[in-house]
């Protein structure tokens, strides 16, 4: 499908329309040769879940996401950008201007990928904007792999684990954190807050000497 756009100078250009995150987890599947169960069976998603989500039925959660990307071995980008084109050749450089983020949505955050363009990337830088709000129960706490910082650039947020007490952030304010420790984030903010996102997959980790000396850190007692 494509759409048509009007230029400021009035000239005409087209551009393909953005495919919705169901439709590109059906085509990675369907690459693959991979059943729903298949899938479900990698990511630790009911079928059910999967098909909802393929039919764009459902919109996937974040850790949903995090799931998937980790159960069929891509990247978190692959998924949630909006016109991906897989790279033969990685360039090393990729720029997203301000005007040129486009927005994933999920119940508790909105997504808009960073340098989509740029594949093989050791880490996903996301802009979020967090929509979760109070009373949160445990069940919205997610774990997953990898390590995620976090650098707040509107708003407040609360940052919820298992393991540390509350900690509110404010604008300019940022934390680091394993992923497999049960957490969540909240806008405690009138309006949504919004946050800079960088999760590095702990497939990119393995073998890299520096990143393992970090996890072997975060895995020691005090």
Known sequence: MVKVKEKKSGAVESYSAPVEIGDRLREIRR???????????????????????????????????????????ISLTELVATNYEKQMNSARLAVTRADEVEYRETPSYD?????????????????????????????????????????????????????????RLKAGDSTYLDSRMHHTYVSVSRRDAEILMIWLNPQEQSGSKNLEFAEALLNEKP
């Open 111 to 167: 997504m808009g990928p960073l340098c989509a363009d740029l594949t093989q990337k050791s880490m996903t830088p996301l802009i979020e904007r967090v929509k979760a709000r109070y009373p949160v129960s445990d069940e919205s706490k997610v774990s997953h792999g990898g390590e995620e910082f976090v650098y707040v650039l509107k708003g407040e947020v609360d940052v919820l684990t298992d393991c540390y007490a509350p900690v």
């Open 31 to 73: 690459d693959r040769g991979l059943t729903l169960m298949e899938v479900a069976e990698k990511t630790g998603i009911s079928s059910s879940a999967l098909s909802k989500i393929e039919n764009n039925k459902m919109s996937p959660t974040f850790a949903n996401l995090i799931k998937i990307a980790e159960g069929l071995q």
